[in-house]
């Protein structure tokens, strides 16, 4: 079984920077894509950033493009999302993302985190 756990979510004001983290746990085989989706109330889950580990690309949303950097970690089943120069519109609940194969089967699954609120707010 895999599990993603997120951390580094919490109130920041307008301008501010925060970082998320996602850590991966559990008989995960080979990772395809990370990605970092967020979801505000009352809208759609949106991805906003994804890794693919085979080829080194990184992807954003025009919304956050220049702004957040999702990078892994040295320990390889970790990634992190940094953002900066939050704006109000950036408040949602992020949620991690791999599409990884197990060990015990090359057949490639989704898997998410809980999810973490991020509120940008004087």
């Known amino acids: 079984q895999v599990q993603l756990v997120e951390s580094g979510g919490g109130l920041v004001q307008p301008g501010g920077s925060l970082r998320l983290s996602c850590a991966a746990s559990?008989?995960?085989?080979?990772?395809?894509?990370m990605g970092w989706h967020r979801q505000a109330p009352g809208k759609q889950r949106e991805l906003i950033a994804a890794?693919?580990?085979?080829?080194?690309?990184?992807h954003y949303a025009d919304s956050v493009q220049g702004r957040f950097t999702i990078a892994r970690g040295s320990e390889k089943n970790t990634m992190y999302l940094q953002m900066s120069t939050l704006k109000p519109e950036d408040t949602a609940v992020y949620y991690c993302?791999?599409?990884?194969?197990?060990?015990?089967?090359?057949?490639?699954?989704?898997?998410w985190g809980q999810g973490t609120q991020v509120t940008v707010s004087s």
């Open positions: 559990g008989s995960i085989g080979t990772i395809y894509t």
């Open positions: 890794f693919t580990p085979g080829t080194g690309n990184s």
């Open positions: 993302h791999i599409a990884a194969s197990t060990t015990m089967s090359p057949i490639g699954f989704d898997y």
